[in-house]
């Protein structure tokens, strides 16, 4: 134990302490960027403290190898990163769904999304469809109908299919355009794979569907109190008919 505090306080193993705390920060790390970056740091310590400082070859040789690798799979999250020219609804659509997401995720997304114009009268989603597509409103509004009777609307920040994509169920409800509609949409067996292999992605949609679903529910018992008091207003009391005083 003596020997151990020994060699924990000599200033000569300072870098290889250092070492060891940077790799557990960089495995710490939910951002695989500053992952990277804390490897790199530890990579570079680890090739001064063997290479310099106890003249380990073969670790120095190894801790070159790390860092190298390390620096490589940075420059590609920072390449893959690199902003592009956003459209106004793409910007909408990581504003709303994606805003914390690493720029390189993100990137993912937007590559699987198809954004098409939708006039009124089409169809987003169809009741009982088996795998409806992964719908997401930029503009434009629409009405959702179950049994042929609109039970509510959606617009800008809504997502449809949501619950077929979480479950895998056919869709509940049938959503028609009801004015020009700009939409994102996503094929769910695409996404799954990118979501399977990605879990940051998969975690900000959940995150999302789960916000989304909150505000449709809001609005629809908004929607239902009004309805009820429009229903109320049309009721007029019925006053009894007195006979005439003679």
């Known amino acids: 134990m003596d020997e151990f505090f020994t060699n924990l306080t000599n200033p000569d193993n300072a870098f290889g302490h250092v070492n060891y705390i940077l790799i557990i920060l960089s495995v710490s790390m939910s951002s695989m960027r500053w992952l990277r970056v804390f490897a790199i740091a530890s990579g570079i310590t680890g090739v001064i403290y063997y290479g310099f400082i106890v003249s380990d070859e073969i670790s120095a040789m190894w801790e070159t190898i790390f860092t190298t690798v390390n620096v490589v799979q940075l420059a590609i999250i920072l390449l893959a990163s690199r902003r592009r020219k956003t459209t106004e609804d793409e910007k909408f659509f990581i504003d709303t769904v994606m805003p914390t997401l690493e720029g390189n995720l993100r990137a993912r997304m937007l590559k699987l999304a198809r954004w098409q114009t939708k006039e009124p009268g089409e169809i987003l989603v169809e009741e009982g469809e088996a795998k409806p597509q992964l719908v997401f409103i930029a503009r434009g509004a629409a009405s959702v109908e179950r049994g042929g009777n609109i039970v509510g ?13 979480l479950t895998g169920k056919p869709a509940s409800a049938t959503v028609r355009v009801a004015n020009e509609t700009r939409c994102c949409v996503f094929d ?4 799954r794979v990118l979501t399977d292999k990605n879990p940051g992605i998969r975690q900000t949609l959940e995150v999302s569907f789960n916000k989304n679903l909150v505000g449709k529910l809001e609005r629809m018992n908004e929607a239902n109190h009004a309805h009820r008091s429009q229903s109320e ?3 007029e009391p019925k006053t009894a008919e007195l006979p005439p005083v003679t």
């Open 153 to 165: 609307v959606c617009g800008p920040g809504d997502f449809l299919g949501e619950m077929s994509f």
């Open 233 to 235: 207003a049309k009721v």
């Open 188 to 191: 769910p067996g695409v996404l």
